[in-house]
């Protein structure tokens, strides 16, 4: 396995953190829509926002082992997140903007030899 490209370390702090983020909006989320009087909906929400987080650890932690598995996922989570970048640029179309802008950024890196080398899909 290569030395691992200093924007893949980047990109698994950022998908760590990021999940963290979605670990505490499960369980906010899931308290305060039960405070609402909605624990099935809270349920839902939180089971939902868990396995977000889950996708997010695992990409994280796989950056930084270098799993091919995550370059694939990767890849199409950038897809995915272009997809509803396009959709969002029908309401809030500032975020659907910078979503597709970053999304596109990273996918053009996955692309890159060194990266795709240290995944092992050179």
Same mark, same amino acid.
């Given at each position: 396995m *290569?030395?691992?490209? /200093?924007?893949? *370390?980047? @990109? +698994?702090?950022?998908?760590?953190?990021?999940?963290?983020?979605?670990?505490?909006?499960?369980? /906010?989320?899931?308290? &305060? /829509?039960?405070?609402?009087?909605?624990?099935? @909906?809270?349920?839902?929400? +939180? %089971?939902?926002?868990? =396995?977000i987080?889950? %996708?997010? #650890? #695992? #990409?994280?932690v796989? =950056?930084?082992r +270098?799993?091919?598995?995550?370059?694939t &996922?990767?890849? #199409? !989570?950038?897809v995915?997140?272009?997809?509803?970048? $396009? !959709? !969002? /640029?029908?309401?809030?179309?500032?975020?659907? &903007?910078?979503s597709? $802008?970053? *999304?596109?950024? $990273?996918?053009?890196y996955?692309?890159q030899?060194q990266?795709?080398e240290?995944?092992?899909?050179?």
């Amino acid at each position: 396995m *290569s030395e691992r490209p /200093l924007g893949v *370390s980047v @990109l +698994g702090v950022l998908w760590i953190f990021i999940a963290f983020i979605w670990f505490v909006a499960a369980i /906010l989320g899931v308290a &305060v /829509l039960a405070g609402l009087g909605y624990p099935g @909906l809270g349920a839902i929400a +939180g %089971v939902v926002l868990f =396995c977000i987080a889950i %996708v997010d #650890l #695992l #990409l994280g932690v796989g =950056c930084f082992r +270098g799993w091919g598995i995550i370059w694939t &996922v990767g890849v #199409l !989570m950038m897809v995915v997140n272009i997809i509803f970048g $396009i !959709m !969002m /640029l029908f309401s809030a179309w500032i975020y659907g &903007v910078l979503s597709i $802008i970053v *999304s596109a950024i $990273i996918l053009w890196y996955f692309f890159q030899p060194q990266v795709k080398e240290y995944f092992g899909k050179a």
